[in-house]
């Protein structure tokens, strides 16, 4: 099961996730253009390579100059934790002759803001989720109702880049299951505005509640409010050890240099822990469930847009199969395989949206490694997926939008596209070799 993985031996803070999820490969054009729907100005992203005690990664340049931020790594010597609840506190500046600019420090604004903005509905999710666990853990510490908390630190602009960030870079990345392992807090002390406190801070320390977690490996907050929040939204199990296959390895990067390297390692990874394996480029063995049912009363499009909502929901694979029900009626075997992580929701939709009852089965599934990869050449760039069996390529098939497109553009088959793309022929038609 290809999962996405978190490495936090030196903590981690928002802006070190975002340096991560790009250096992972979320195209950082993208992410930009996403976070624009915020409908927001005044702010800047960049994206610099650089390196910590031997280690080349990923950092995240956050810049919104009307913003007070007091949290994250990217600071000298002192994070300020200055917890206020005066919501009627807020900085205004003018951006334009009409549009005002000010920081949107209470919850209440913060919700508004997300709400109103054109992101996804599933960004829009994500993004909130954060910020509520953030908001309850305030709420917890202080005793004040979390629609009354003003976010000095996390409310500022900086901070809401770097939150609904992470929930678009999360949503590209569309991971299957994530995982986390122990989690670095730091040490020494923090000011805050109830005085100096030892790390880690009133709000991280709830944020983390349930996380296995580590101090002292820093003398400094390595794990901030806002890095604890996207852990506690989107980890769906916290491990100590695993057996997995390596993907690809990613690291964003901290501002500040210490003996040890200040950096989030995150990963992709194919898990292969209680599954019956091969060799390690054979086959791996994974315990699916199929959930199954009979339908004779729904159209084509509604059949459609069920199996629309599987996938939606986390299905892995829907089909519907043609069969005869009692009185001789056309009808359809709906199927959906699933994780049974998934397993809440997949039940939920096909209640809701299929059938009054279904059937649900443990499954064996056996699959092959496999990997995408790019072919370029002088027809331009074509995806390729491969499948290895002991150690070889045993098939490869070229994406059929991408066969599509060049067979479009050079008015040929789509035969003559596969072999042109793997170097059979030329653009004339000539084969080679």
């Known amino acids: ?16 996730a975002l340096g991560a999820f790009v250096d992972l490969g979320v195209n950082p054009d993208e992410l930009k253009s996403e976070l624009d729907k915020l409908g927001v100005s005044g702010w800047k992203l960049d994206f610099v390579k650089e ?40 900085e205004h500046e003018h951006d334009h002759a009409h549009e005002h600019e000010h920081a949107h420090n209470s919850w209440k604004e913060i919700r508004a803001l997300i709400e109103n903005s054109s992101l996804k509905d599933g960004v829009k999710a994500r993004a909130l989720d954060i910020f509520s666990r953030i908001a309850a853990a305030e709420s917890a510490v202080h005793g004040v109702p979390p629609d009354d908390i003003a976010f000095h630190e996390v409310g500022a602009l900086d901070s809401i880049i770097d939150i609904a960030g992470a929930a678009v870079c999360l949503d590209l990345l569309a991971p299957r299951r994530i995982t986390a392992g122990r989690v670095e807090l730091g040490g020494g002390t923090v000011r805050c505005a109830h005085g100096i406190l030892p790390v880690p801070a009133p709000a991280t320390l709830k944020l983390c509640a349930g996380f296995p977690v580590h101090t002292g490996g820093f003398n400094r907050e390595m794990t901030t409010p806002t890095g604890a929040a996207i852990l506690a939204s989107c980890v769906d199990e916290f491990v100590d050890s695993a057996s997995f296959r390596e993907i690809k390895t990613a690291y964003g990067i901290g501002s500040r240099r210490f003996d040890k390297p200040n950096a989030l390692r995150v990963s992709w990874r194919e898990e292969t822990a209680g599954c019956e394996t091969g060799t390690a480029d054979d086959w791996l063995s994974e315990e699916l469930v199929l959930l199954e049912t009979n339908i004779d009363d729904l159209s084509g499009e509604e059949l459609a847009f069920v199996m629309e909502r599987l996938f939606e929901e986390g299905a892995l694979d829907v089909t519907m199969t043609p069969c ?73 098939k070229i994406e059929a939008a991408d066969r599509a497109a060049l067979a479009r553009a050079e008015n040929i088959s789509l035969a003559e596209a596969d072999a042109l793309i793997r170097g059979e022929i030329s653009r004339n038609g000539e084969r080679h070799g």
């Open 1 to 16: 099961m290809k999962t996405l993985h978190f490495d936090c031996f030196a903590g981690i803070s928002g802006d070190m």
């Open 51 to 90: 390196e910590r005690c031997g280690i080349l990664g990923t950092r995240a340049l956050v810049d919104a100059p009307s913003a007070r931020r007091h949290h994250d790594h990217d600071h000298a010597d002192e994070h300020e934790h200055t917890h206020e609840h005066d919501h009627h506190n807020h």
């Open 324 to 396: 005869v029900m009692k009185k001789s009626r056309p009808a359809a075997i709906l199927a959906a395989l699933c994780e049974k992580e998934k397993l809440p929701a997949l039940r939920r939709a096909f209640f809701q949206f299929a059938a009054i009852g279904f059937r649900e089965t443990k499954v064996l599934r056996h699959s092959l490694r496999r990997e995408e990869a790019e072919l370029r050449g002088g027809f331009g760039t074509a995806r390729i997926k491969r499948s290895f069996l002991d150690g070889k390529i045993l098939r490869e």
